[in-house]
């Protein structure tokens, strides 16, 4: 392990509960006036009726600190302050410099992890709206599977409904055929609004489409042939985008609204006989515990309409119980917009009185915020439509590729066509991803392009100005392996501090789905390295010894680096 605050908690720990009494978190953090601070005393003094800094005391006189810990005082009203020990920092730098995983143990009990993310509908273009859920769950599935969890990707697409009447009868009256030649070059918007152009036009197409989605729900083979034809252009055509964004969702990941029918009424069922379900002005609903309105009346989820149909809330549900009972799912995360929190969450306390949740299996909601344009309006074209995600990627790269020609023209005309895909995707991902999650956030291609700041080309850059450093020395990084570092300046030593925290970054952005705190500490990595290396001379140093520790330093950022923003799925190039 080489997680510096979970090394020092470990310390600590044990210290804290002999004086409690009972397990005692000491709350570590980082300090302005030390390295770290335990604030573990506070919290006790109420408890153990003693001033917290007495606790404190006690507390340092009982810790085994080792050699972790080069000075250890109680500040303030009860903080403990700690500063590391330089051997120790150097110590932890070499272990990662050693390991190909940097320090970064798996997880000792791996689970199943189900992530559903994307959800793009059939025979409609993805937009600016799918970007958010796209690449959050996209990091969230690479981190979790580095970490060694079981992750399954889960594309839970709008294949199903009332609107396949109108577009499969759109599909016959200008030809399956052609409409296949349409919808496999991506254009899926324009036959969706042709068809519900002519919907809301004309009487006699809208009847055609009624009785065609009964034809569907009734399971006629010519129906489901048409069907079956418009739901695979679209996988085809979504997977078009994601291979641009560099997604790792494939059609196998796809499970659509569709793929339940068939459980929906055993769900219902299985609810009626757990008393979880009950009639409602005509409707069978279930009113899940806590969940009331305005009006004080309890909120429902519909399970069957009274006209004996199914709805969203049915096909959730049953999608719920067969990741939990068919694919065993230990930990299922759901990534979508914040407006949908209240539906999930009714949804998951039905789980739990059904007894599909509970140690066994857990559900999370994780939403987030709404991309915003300059005007802080919901970002749209200037016609005030939906953007096509497709072309935002390749503004994205067309930006980059114009930066990268100014910036890098010792490159080849090929190789600034790599860079440019890699800085075009890689700034829109970290734009959104360096954001709170929860917040909503200004869309800024000057911004999100920009070599300075909280930005993807800014740390693509370091990356690749370290990997040249190994160059013009002509050095191969893997000879460094074992190699001894030695701390004596403060950039050194601020840098070292860094690198040390990467697994406990990783871990805690896991368990919060908070992917924002990995950005934040790249670049934090970042200008740290940057500070060291405009400090302390690397090729040539002063002597042997402090060039092999400057250049284990150099390789142990780049590997966090490229690593940390792997993770996020951005690529970090070696020469830009």
Same mark, same amino acid.
């Given at each position: 392990?080489?997680?510096?605050?979970?090394?020092?908690?470990?310390?600590?720990?044990?210290a804290?509960?002999e004086?409690?009494?009972?397990?005692?978190d000491?709350a570590v953090?980082?300090?302005?006036?030390?390295?770290?601070?335990?604030?573990?005393?506070?919290?006790?003094?109420?408890t153990?009726?003693?001033?917290?800094r007495?606790?404190?005391?006690?507390v340092?006189?009982?810790?085994?600190?080792?050699?972790?810990?080069?000075?250890?005082?109680?500040?303030?009203?009860?903080?403990?302050?700690?500063?590391?020990?330089?051997?120790?920092?150097a110590?932890?730098?070499?272990?990662?410099?050693?390991?190909?995983?940097?320090?970064?143990?798996?997880?000792?009990?791996?689970?199943?992890? /189900?992530? %559903?993310?994307s959800g793009?509908?059939? *025979?409609? +273009?993805?937009? =600016? #709206?799918? $970007?958010?859920?796209t690449?959050?769950?996209?990091?969230l599935?690479?981190?979790?599977?580095?970490l060694?969890?079981?992750?399954?990707r889960?594309?839970?697409?709008?294949?199903?409904?009332?609107?396949?009447?109108?577009l499969?009868?759109? /599909?016959? %009256?200008?030809?399956?055929?052609?409409? *296949?030649? +349409?919808?496999? =070059? #991506?254009? $899926?918007?324009?036959?969706?609004?042709?068809?519900r152009?002519?919907?809301?036009?004309?009487?006699?197409?809208a009847?055609?489409?009624?009785?065609r989605?009964?034809?569907?729900?009734?399971?006629?083979?010519?129906?489901?042939?048409?069907?079956?034809?418009?739901?695979?252009?679209?996988?085809?055509?979504?997977?078009?985008?994601?291979?641009? $964004?560099?997604?790792?969702?494939?059609?196998?990941?796809?499970?659509?609204?569709?793929?339940?029918?068939?459980?929906?009424?055993?769900?219902?069922?299985e609810?009626v006989?757990?008393?979880?379900?009950?009639?409602?002005?005509?409707?069978?609903?279930?009113f899940?515990k806590?969940?009331?309105?305005?009006?004080?009346k309890?909120?429902?989820?519909?399970?069957?309409?009274?006209?004996g149909?199914?709805?969203?809330?049915?096909?959730?549900?049953?999608?719920?119980?067969?990741?939990?009972?068919?694919?065993?799912?230990?930990?299922?995360?759901?990534?979508?917009?914040?407006?949908?929190?209240?539906?999930?969450?009714?949804?998951?306390?039905?789980?739990?009185?059904?007894?599909?949740?509970?140690?066994?299996?857990?559900?999370?909601?994780?939403?987030?915020?709404?991309?915003?344009?300059?005007?802080?309006?919901?970002?749209r074209?200037?016609?005030?439509?939906?953007?096509?995600?497709i072309?935002?990627?390749?503004?994205?790269?067309?930006?980059?590729?114009?930066?990268?020609?100014?910036?890098?023209?010792?490159?080849?005309?090929?190789?600034?066509?790599?860079?440019?895909?890699?800085?075009?995707?890689?700034a829109?991902?970290?734009?959104?991803?360096?954001?709170?999650?929860?917040?909503?956030?200004?869309?800024?291609?000057d911004r999100?392009?920009?070599?300075?700041?909280n930005?993807?080309?800014?740390?693509?850059?370091?990356?690749?100005?370290?990997?040249?450093?190994?160059r013009?020395?002509?050095?191969?990084p893997?000879?460094?392996?074992?190699?001894s570092?030695?701390?004596?300046?403060?950039?050194?030593?601020?840098l070292?501090?860094?690198?040390?925290?990467f697994?406990?970054?990783?871990?805690?952005?896991?368990?919060?789905?908070?992917?924002?705190?990995?950005?934040?500490?790249?670049?934090?990595?970042?200008?740290?390295?940057?500070a060291?290396?405009e400090?302390?001379?690397?090729?040539?140093?002063?002597?042997e010894?402090?060039?092999?520790?400057?250049?284990?330093?150099?390789?142990?950022?780049?590997?966090?680096?490229?690593?940390?923003?792997?993770?996020?799925?951005?690529?970090?190039?070696?020469?830009?």
């Amino acid at each position: 392990m080489t997680d510096l605050p979970q090394l020092l908690t470990e310390r600590l720990a044990r210290a804290f509960t002999e004086v409690a009494g009972e397990p005692t978190d000491p709350a570590v953090r980082r300090s302005e006036r030390a390295d770290y601070q335990a604030d573990g005393a506070l919290p006790l003094a109420k408890t153990l009726r003693r001033p917290p800094r007495d606790i404190a005391t006690e507390v340092l006189n009982r810790a085994d600190l080792g050699d972790l810990v080069a000075h250890a005082e109680v500040a303030g009203p009860g903080f403990i302050n700690l500063t590391l020990a330089d051997t120790a920092l150097a110590g932890l730098v070499e272990q990662m410099a050693s390991d190909e995983r940097l320090g970064v143990a798996k997880v000792s009990e791996p689970e199943r992890v /189900l992530v %559903d993310y994307s959800g793009p509908n059939v *025979a409609k +273009e993805m937009h =600016v #709206g799918h $970007l958010r859920s796209t690449i959050i769950g996209d990091a969230l599935v690479r981190l979790l599977g580095h970490l060694g969890h079981e992750v399954v990707r889960r594309n839970h697409i709008g294949d199903w409904g009332t609107p396949f009447g109108m577009l499969i009868e759109h /599909l016959l %009256d200008i030809g399956a055929d052609e409409a *296949a030649t +349409e919808l496999s =070059v #991506g254009d $899926l918007g324009r036959f969706y609004q042709e068809a519900r152009k002519k919907f809301d036009a004309d009487e006699n197409f809208a009847e055609r489409a009624r009785r065609r989605v009964v034809a569907l729900q009734s399971g006629d083979p010519e129906t489901l042939r048409l069907w079956r034809l418009l739901v695979d252009e679209s996988a085809r055509y979504f997977q078009q985008v994601y291979e641009r $964004l560099d997604v790792l969702l494939e059609p196998s990941d796809i499970a659509g609204e569709s793929s339940y029918n068939d459980q929906l009424g055993p769900v219902v069922e299985e609810l009626v006989q757990l008393g979880l379900a009950v009639e409602s002005e005509g409707a069978l609903c279930a009113f899940p515990k806590g969940f009331t309105g305005r009006d004080g009346k309890p909120i429902p989820l519909i399970l069957r309409k009274s006209d004996g149909g199914y709805g969203y809330d049915t096909t959730d549900l049953a999608a719920l119980r067969h990741r939990v009972r068919d694919l065993k799912a230990r930990r299922i995360i759901y990534i979508t917009d914040l407006g949908q929190r209240l539906h999930f969450e009714m949804l998951f306390e039905v789980g739990r009185e059904a007894g599909w949740l509970g140690p066994h299996a857990t559900a999370e909601f994780h939403g987030f915020g709404v991309v915003l344009g300059s005007d802080r309006k919901r970002l749209r074209t200037r016609a005030g439509e939906s953007i096509k995600l497709i072309d935002l990627i390749d503004e994205a790269v067309r930006r980059a590729a114009s930066i990268v020609a100014e910036k890098a023209p010792h490159l080849s005309a090929e190789e600034q066509q790599d860079v440019a895909q890699v800085v075009g995707v890689g700034a829109l991902k970290y734009a959104d991803l360096s954001n709170d999650r929860v917040k909503d956030y200004v869309f800024d291609w000057d911004r999100m392009l920009s070599f300075d700041g909280n930005t993807a080309p800014y740390l693509q850059y370091a990356h690749a100005r370290i990997r040249s450093v190994f160059r013009r020395g002509e050095i191969d990084p893997a000879t460094l392996r074992g190699a001894s570092v030695v701390i004596a300046d403060p950039t050194e030593r601020a840098l070292a501090m860094r690198l040390a925290e990467f697994e406990g970054v990783l871990y805690k952005a896991a368990e919060t789905v908070e992917l924002h705190r990995i950005c934040g500490y790249l670049y934090d990595v970042a200008t740290a390295f940057t500070a060291f290396y405009e400090r302390c001379p690397v090729l040539r140093a002063e002597d042997e010894r402090t060039r092999t520790s400057r250049l284990v330093l150099c390789d142990v950022t780049a590997r966090v680096l490229a690593t940390g923003l792997a993770t996020l799925g951005i690529t970090a190039p070696d020469r830009m």
